[in-house]
């Protein structure tokens, strides 16, 4: 008699946890939308040789932070000659930093020849990071600037990030890539989701060491 009860109230306690687990998961698809397929990005700049010559001096080192205009090193233009063969050495050229930032990778040492257009240093601002999350075509409609968004970075998993939707890239990801995603002159065309890019900015980086490249999560709250 006792097994006669039981059962019922088993079964009924299995299908309210069903209903109850698939609610969950409507109103969790509703209120938001989480990918990881996410990073924080930041606008890498390069100071690059003007000239033929040589890179007299490099006052700076990765990890060291300069300012706008900041000079950060010299180059001695190689000597001309005339047609009279007057030997003439140019002025030397500063080169200054574009931005506030902080130096993330110097492919030059002090002293090698150079050459117009050669990358010397690279910098970043670590203060104006952001977090590019690629977001499937079929949702991209739910989201909009401004929206609340929670990110966790996969570095510092015990710290979680606020931010917002700052831009919708008005492109899919597909469309920067180097090689084509498919063949449309071959007949064969195999229809594949696409993905939009979304920048988000964050509200501060919780003293962390936040830099470009880092893998995060990225949680849009639709509504």
């Known amino acids: 008699m006792r097994r006669m009860i039981l059962v019922p ?10 209903i109850g687990g698939v609610g969950y998961y409507i109103y969790n698809n509703y209120q938001y939308y989480t990918t990881d397929d996410a990073q924080v990005t930041g606008n890498i700049v390069s100071v690059s040789a003007p000239a033929n010559g040589q890179l007299t001096t490099l006052s700076v080192k990765q990890g ?3 300012t706008a205009g900041q000079t950060i090193g010299t180059i001695t233009p190689a000597a001309t000659v005339s047609a009279s063969g007057t030997r003439t050495q140019g002025n030397a050229i500063n080169l200054t930093s574009p931005i506030d930032g902080t130096i993330v990778q110097t492919s030059a040492v002090q002293g090698q020849a150079v050459a117009p257009g050669l990358t010397l240093v690279q910098l970043t601002n670590l203060n104006a990071l952001t977090v590019t999350a690629y977001v499937d075509e079929s949702q991209i409609n739910n989201v909009k600037i401004g929206q609340d968004v929670d990110v966790h970075v996969d570095a510092y998993s015990d ?3 606020t931010g917002h939707v700052q831009q919708i890239v008005q492109a899919t990801a597909g469309q920067f890539s180097l090689l084509p995603t498919q063949d449309n002159a071959s007949g064969n065309f195999t229809k594949v989701s696409q ?5 988000i900015t964050i509200d501060g980086s919780g003293g ?8 995060t999560e990225a949680t849009i709250h639709l509504h």
């Open 9 to 18: 109230i088993l079964i009924t306690v299995a299908l309210l946890a069903i």
């Open 64 to 66: 060291d932070k300069v």
């Open 159 to 161: 710290t979680t990030y």
């Open 195 to 199: 993905r939009v890019p979304v920048i």
């Open 208 to 215: 962390k060491d936040l830099v470009p490249g880092l893998s």
